[in-house]
């Protein structure tokens, strides 16, 4: 069954330090979203992305992040300035329904900031 | 305020039963409210999607049903298995223009 995929896995990064998160969405999607979850808490929207641009954002979602498709299949979450706040697991979703039903979501990326 | 609530607390359920997961919102009016499933360090994975005009949805040993009046959706899984053991989360978009919102969530134990 295809799958969303994720790299890093694990990212540990220096507050101040810029990071970006990997996603490969499901290929034939159209929506894609980037989610974010603090350990035990419930999971939060950021952005969601369709036709090569941003289509809705989040309050969280500031100038610190930036949203790109740089080709056909990956999709990444750029943050330029971490912050300790910004400690979370990080997941990526797509779907080629309707907008937000039936979303596939990735395994996460775990960013911890120091 | 708007908010969807989910039972913050485990629910422990002998193996075989019937757990039942509640969902409860105030000040929407969804058009529909899905159901995932989350593992520890995994994303959540998708399982039902009941829209405001269905009552009730199954899939397998999964019911769903949806009271628009009271504001509720329950989540029901029928001879319920330790592979069940998860987090489940409620999840709606307050209207078709607008992203999903989640709930917190609620922990279910199923004991062999």
């Known amino acids: 069954e295809p799958e969303v995929t994720q790299t890093p896995s694990h990212q540990v990064t220096q507050m101040g330090q810029e990071v970006i998160l990997r996603c490969v969405p499901i290929s034939n999607h159209l929506y894609f979203y980037w989610y974010r979850q603090i350990l035990g808490q419930k999971v939060e929207f950021l952005v969601s992305f369709y036709n090569n641009e941003i289509s809705e954002k989040s309050e969280i979602f500031d100038d610190q992040f930036s949203v790109e498709r740089p080709d056909g299949s990956n999709f990444t979450l750029k943050i330029r300035s971490t912050k300790l706040e910004d400690s979370a697991m990080y997941f990526c979703a797509s779907t080629n329904r309707v907008p937000n039903e039936k979303l596939f979501f990735g395994s996460g990326t775990q960013l911890s900031v120091l | 305020s708007q908010k969807i609530e989910q039972n913050s607390e485990a629910l422990n359920i002998q193996e075989g039963k019937t757990a039942t997961l509640t969902c409860n919102y105030t000040n929407y009016s969804p058009a529909y409210l899905q159901w995932y499933r989350q593992d520890p360090g995994r994303g959540p994975v998708f399982l039902l999607l009941?829209?405001?005009n269905e009552k009730e949805k199954r899939k397998e040993r999964l019911k769903v049903t949806f009271d628009t009046t009271l504001k509720q959706s329950l989540f029901h899984i029928t001879a319920s298995q330790p592979a069940d053991s998860a987090t489940y989360l409620c999840a709606l978009a307050p209207d078709s223009n607008y992203q999903l919102i989640w709930g917190a969530g609620t922990k279910l134990i199923i004991k062999p």
């Open positions: 009941i829209r405001e």
